[in-house]
């Protein structure tokens, strides 16, 4: 499965951007889906993650209540939106799945796309 993240870009404190990740080679339906980041200088770290059902999802304490993940099955896709974007959201955002289904692993990863927000 080959993962293509894209939508990162320069932004300003507070706005908002969407971030997709698509999936190709197997559909996601039925796989963990989810996003990490890794900051300059910093380990890579959990942003959020739509579980296999796809009814339910998780989210760093950092990011609750301004990121929004979903997922279209029929796009082969899943969505980060990202809300009231802070400076400390700077990073590489990774998409990321597991190889087995109603896993919560990940195994297959995407190349990130960047995330910079200025102050």
């Known amino acids: 499965v080959q993962l293509q993240a894209s939508g990162g870009g320069l932004v300003q404190a507070g706005a908002s951007l969407r971030l997709s990740c698509a999936a190709s080679?197997?559909?996601?339906?039925?796989?963990?889906m989810g996003w990490f980041r890794q900051a300059p200088g910093k380990d890579r770290e959990f942003v959020s993650a739509?579980?296999?059902?796809?009814?339910?999802?998780d989210y760093a304490d950092s990011v609750k209540g301004r990121f929004t993940i979903s997922r279209d099955n029929l796009k082969n896709t899943v969505y980060l939106q990202m809300n009231s974007l802070k400076p400390e959201d700077t990073a590489v955002y990774y998409c990321?799945?597991?190889?087995?289904?109603?896993?919560?692993?990940?195994?297959?990863w995407g190349q990130g796309t960047l995330v910079t927000v200025s102050s």
């Open positions: 080679g197997r559909t996601i339906s039925g796989y963990h």
């Open positions: 739509s579980r296999w059902s796809g009814t339910s999802s």
């Open positions: 990321a799945t597991a190889q087995w289904p109603h896993r919560a692993q990940y195994d297959y």
